[in-house]
């Protein structure tokens, strides 16, 4: 038997080999008309506007305090997982310590809802 | 003869294992020429499916909206989704000058490759499983969130600010609703005792989890459908403005990957809903595999009469209802799915 590990790292091999397998086929079949390089088809399009300005610019900060946030509350996600497997076995102690945590998260999302990191500008 | 097509698939992969010792070959190369073949019938299920399923999108909204939809190539139209394919396969390849050219390149190639690899954990049957991880749920719930990554490299290289933009919100949108994805799945495991998927569709021998866990379902059911970008939360790609979010920039084969990865990932989700809430593979009189198929397309039904249903969210209405309606909710649940367990199951008395 394969273990898990070898398993799952064939399985991504061949995984790979699927989207770039397609992409070879629709090189082998399509038209490939010499295209100049000024050519307008190669301009972003924007709805036939022509752009203005750089495209790669600094953002709105406003996903950055979601992505704050969510990082938090991933790591919580990971913490959780362990504990709700063996929730059954743990016994109250570690129910009370869960919810202890849990209501700390929850002081937290309050904060930041008061705060207004949870508006959008 | 009902059992035999209850195993038939299982009895196959045996047959095979045995025929190629048979020929001398060692069975760690037996196993993976098996996972060769297991790989095909991934890709085979994945593709009829999306062929399937983009013609009966199409039919759908245009049941819901009183129109005959596709009705030309075909029986009803069934070879709509095979024509489409062929034009986009034979498409003109246009990388547009200013893009971060290996990035553009690399984003559907990586999009599609953790769609697919969602299946590898995915019961399709009893025994059914190309690999039955521990973690299956966890491996599950991590891969999806990977495909944010490809569609913040597609919008980021394009170098088109609707493409960024589209990215931008696809990335908050998708983080935002991974949270409570993962803590409505909370409650399951706690009740299952495992993140094995097996495991889970074999504690719901007696009682589906959607009957214990009505709110996990409803709270999944919703992350889900923001994780997907579909409607009505599908402001990434919201095409009246956006004219195709991230995607804007694609055209040919490497748009055709990001559209199918995008249903091989519906396929995927609504199949775990299936495993997770309605059962997974069980259930009376039919075989198991055909279980699985009936209520991954039923929780598919769903998803299009959503999409064509509600009209699309603001922004800022979606990312607060994540954060201050589901998050909450679901956090909630975990702690009533706590008592409940001591409640009901007398734990610890």
Same mark, same amino acid.
């Given at each position: 038997?394969?273990?898990?590990? &070898? ?24 038209? %490939? ?7 307008? %088809? ?17 953002? %709105? ?5 979601? &992505?704050?946030?969510?990082? &938090? ?43 207004? &990191?949870?508006?959008?500008? | 003869?009902?059992? *035999?097509?209850?195993?038939?698939? =299982? ?15 060692? !069975? ?58 062929? *034009? ?35 019961? @399709?049957?009893?025994?059914?499983? =190309? =690999? ?24 980021? +290289? ?22 409570? !994805? ?29 009957? @214990? ?20 939360? #599908? ?6 403005? @956006?004219?195709?979010? $991230?995607?804007?920039?694609? +055209? ?7 559209? !199918? ?26 075989? +198991? ?20 249903? !509600?009209?699309?969210?603001?922004? #800022?209405?979606?990312? $607060?209802?994540?954060? *201050? ?19 009901? *199951?007398?734990?610890?008395?």
């Amino acid at each position: 038997m394969l273990s898990h590990s &070898a398993t799952i790292g064939i399985f991504l091999l061949l995984t790979v080999c699927f989207p770039v397998g397609a992409m070879v086929a629709a090189w082998m079949l399509r038209a %490939k008309p010499k295209v100049d390089p000024d050519d307008k %088809k190669l301009v972003p399009y924007e709805c036939g506007v022509d752009t203005i300005g750089p495209t790669w610019i600094r953002f %709105k900060p406003n996903y950055f305090l979601y &992505a704050l946030i969510f990082l &938090a509350f991933d790591i919580e996600v990971v913490f959780l997982l362990p504990w709700a497997v063996k929730f059954q076995m743990l016994g109250l102690f570690a129910f009370v310590e869960m919810l202890i945590f849990i209501t700390i998260l929850v002081i937290a999302l309050w904060y930041a809802w008061k705060e207004g &990191a949870l508006e959008w500008h | 003869m009902m059992q *035999k097509i209850e195993t038939i698939f =299982v009895d196959l992969a045996d047959w095979f294992i045995v025929l190629l010792q048979g020929w001398g070959i060692p !069975l760690a190369w037996a196993d993976a020429i098996l996972l060769l073949v297991q790989f095909l019938g991934v890709v085979a299920i994945v593709l009829f499916n999306i062929t399937i399923l983009v013609w009966l999108e199409r039919k759908v909204s245009g049941f819901i909206q009183e129109r005959p939809g596709p009705n030309r190539l075909g029986p009803f139209g069934i070879l709509q989704t095979i024509a489409d394919a062929l *034009k986009l396969l034979t498409k003109e390849d246009i990388i547009p000058s200013k893009t971060d050219r290996w990035i553009f390149r690399t984003a559907p190639i990586l999009f599609m490759t953790v769609s697919v690899m969602l299946y590898i954990v995915l019961p @399709l049957g009893k025994d059914m499983q =190309v =690999v039955d991880l521990n973690v299956g749920l966890f491996f599950f719930i991590s891969l999806g969130s990977l495909s944010t990554i490809a569609v913040l490299m597609g919008g980021w +290289s394009s170098n088109n600010k609707w493409s960024l933009i589209g990215a931008m919100r696809s990335v908050a949108q998708m983080i935002s609703y991974e949270i409570p !994805l993962a803590l409505s799945l909370m409650g399951v495991v706690m009740i299952a005792g495992s993140l094995r998927l097996s495991d889970i569709v074999a504690a719901q021998g007696n009682v589906w989890f959607i009957i @214990l866990q009505p709110i996990a379902f409803l709270t999944y059911f919703i992350a889900a459908t923001a994780e997907l970008n579909r409607g009505p939360f #599908d402001m990434p790609e919201a095409e009246q403005e @956006l004219t195709a979010g $991230a995607y804007t920039e694609y +055209s040919g084969m490497r748009y055709a990957l990001f559209f !199918l990865a995008e249903y091989t990932n519906l396929v995927a989700v609504s199949a775990l809903a299936s495993t997770v809430f309605l059962g997974g593979w069980q259930g009376p009189g039919l075989p +198991s595999w055909l279980w699985i198929i009936i209520k991954t397309w039923l929780v598919m039904f769903v998803f299009m009469w959503i999409k064509w249903t !509600l009209p699309r969210i603001r922004m #800022d209405h979606l990312m $607060a209802f994540s954060w *201050k309606v589901l998050i909450p909710v679901s956090l909630f649940n975990i702690v009533a799915t706590g008592f409940g367990l001591y409640i009901f *199951k007398g734990l610890g008395g």
